[in-house]
């Protein structure tokens, strides 16, 4: 699977946000990494195994149903939310919690729009793969 511009865009603002932060490592830090850093790893891989099946808009070319797509539905937005949250615990600025507030209501919506669109596009077979998945 090929690394593309939106998964390179992402690992390298991770790793700029790391090397902002990482001066100062206290406990609420180490916490913080301790989310962000596994949660980051996983998104990659989350993406990587979408490979071609990936589109900013809502469409179904590929049903992905491997790896991580295997158990959860959804896994990017999954884990996008814990990378997010590990950076607010890192940085240590709850008042940017209000990032969460908008960020998982979109999630959510943007779920229910591919559901659709897969559900139309794949019919019985993303049911049922539906039905063994979490999110």
């Known amino acids: 699977m090929k690394l593309n511009i939106i998964t390179l ?6 790793l700029v946000i790391l090397a902002v932060y990482s001066p100062r490592l206290d406990a609420t830090r180490i916490v913080g990494i301790a989310i962000a850093f596994p949660a980051l790893v ?18 179904a070319t590929t049903l992905v149903t491997t790896g991580l797509y295997s158990r959860i ?3 990017i937005y999954f884990f996008s939310a814990f990378v997010v949250l590990g950076l607010i615990i890192w940085t240590e600025r709850p008042w940017l919690l209000a990032i ?4 998982i209501p979109m ?3 943007r779920a229910r729009r591919e559901q659709q669109v897969l559900e139309e ?6 049911i049922e793969y539906k039905q063994k998945t979490w999110f």
């Open 9 to 14: 865009v992402m690992i390298g603002l991770g």
């Open 42 to 59: 996983l998104l990659v891989v989350a993406r990587l195994q979408l490979g071609g099946a990936f589109s900013v808009r809502a469409k």
């Open 73 to 75: 539905r959804n896994p």
């Open 100 to 103: 969460l507030l908008v960020l």
């Open 107 to 109: 999630q959510i919506v």
């Open 121 to 126: 596009k794949f019919g019985a077979a993303y």
